[in-house]
């Protein structure tokens, strides 16, 4: 099949809407290779790279508009397309692709590009969830048997939905000796991250520093019901959810409960100021690996958990088990009460 992609957006990610056109693919039997005719403002440079960075294959696009890669043999998983600083995740297997149309790097949505090659990846976009928040979406079951193990993997990265049964679902399609791709090697990793986000799973440990400067872990405090809140000094949605805490905290407080909030700021000045203006009751810890920038690049706190905006709160049972997680005011108060029935 030939496929039109029509860039809609203006950053430098090439989220493309694909729409179906007259054509044919022709399946090769040999590797991957690249080739077209893009009309560019200026010499552009075509990659595909793995998804370590590393570059599969290359070659610019000239004034002459037309080009073509080597030919090479690769395992069927999610590449990264880039036009110049522009890219694109894409899945590819060993087929001939070949690209047409017309690009503009600094006006990308302003570019039409046609390929050819990609029915694999068009499959996999027809069981992308249409959920975007990835703490609500899931992937469909009807995906069972309709891919290959490469596929099925590629579709755990491509969608990154944070649900454990649907990357559970999809590791379980891939057998043991198909689980060396990037693409799998990820899942693997994903599904044990996640198998410790789930309830009634063992929360992971950590140990961070108090206001006395004395190293707290989450282990300590086994034997008692934890409200653990995820926070920074510069988050006013944080400090607000801390206010709603307290009145849970002075209603329940007792000797089986304990509030725990670690703190995510990059600068522990701002952190203690933060706590002489809040003056709470509870453990007070701080994180200095600080809040990422870049969401791609999480922190481990947040890896191990799960989360990737605050504030963030999960309840723990007296058995150091997952109770609740990402609850807020009401919520936390029900979990406390579940947990003492």
Not at 7 to 23: H, R, Y
Not at 174 to 197: C, F, G, M, T, Y
Not at 233 to 256: F, Q, V
Request: hydrophobic fraction near 40%.
């Amino acid at each position: 099949m030939n496929y039109k992609l029509i860039i809609m957006t203006k950053t430098k990610n090439l989220l493309l809407t694909i729409l179906l056109v007259c054509g044919a693919t022709v399946w090769g039997n040999n590797g991957l290779k690249i080739s077209g005719r893009i009309k560019v403002l200026k010499p552009t440079t075509l990659q595909i790279k793995d998804m370590n960075e590393g570059v599969v294959l290359s070659c610019i696009i000239g004034t002459n508009n037309t080009f073509s890669t080597d030919e090479i043999n690769i395992i069927p998983d999610v590449y990264k397309l880039y036009l110049g600083e522009t890219e694109q995740n894409i899945y590819l297997e060993n087929n001939p692709v070949t690209i047409n149309g017309y690009f503009d790097e600094k006006n990308p949505e302003q570019s039409s590009l046609s390929f050819t090659g990609i029915d694999p990846f068009l499959t996999l976009q027809n069981y992308m969830p249409a959920e975007k928040d990835p703490d609500i979406a899931t992937i469909s079951t009807s995906v069972k048997g309709k891919l290959t193990p490469a596929m099925a993997s590629a579709l755990a990265y491509l969608a990154n939905v944070n649900d454990y049964q649907s990357n559970k679902m999809l590791l379980d399609m891939i057998p043991e000796q198909d689980r060396n791709s990037l693409s799998a090697k990820w899942l693997v990793n994903r599904v044990e991250i996640l198998s410790h986000q789930i309830i009634g799973a063992e929360c992971p440990d950590f140990t961070f520093i108090d206001a006395n400067g004395k190293n707290i872990s989450l282990k300590d405090f086994r034997g008692k019901i934890v409200v653990l809140d995820f926070c920074a000094s510069w988050c006013g949605p944080c400090r607000k959810e801390m206010r709603s805490m307290l009145t849970i905290y002075n209603e329940l407080k007792a000797d089986d409960l304990e509030f725990i909030s670690v703190s995510l700021d990059d600068s522990e000045a701002k952190w203690r100021k933060m706590l002489d203006e809040e003056k709470l009751p509870w453990v007070m810890l701080w994180d200095k690996t600080g809040f990422p920038k870049n969401s791609k690049t999480p922190s481990a706190i947040q890896t191990a958990y799960g989360f990737y905006s605050i504030p963030f709160l999960v309840v723990i049972d007296k058995e150091g088990k997952l109770a609740a997680r990402n609850v807020r005011g009401e919520q936390v108060r029900e979990a406390i009460l579940k947990i003492r029935q």
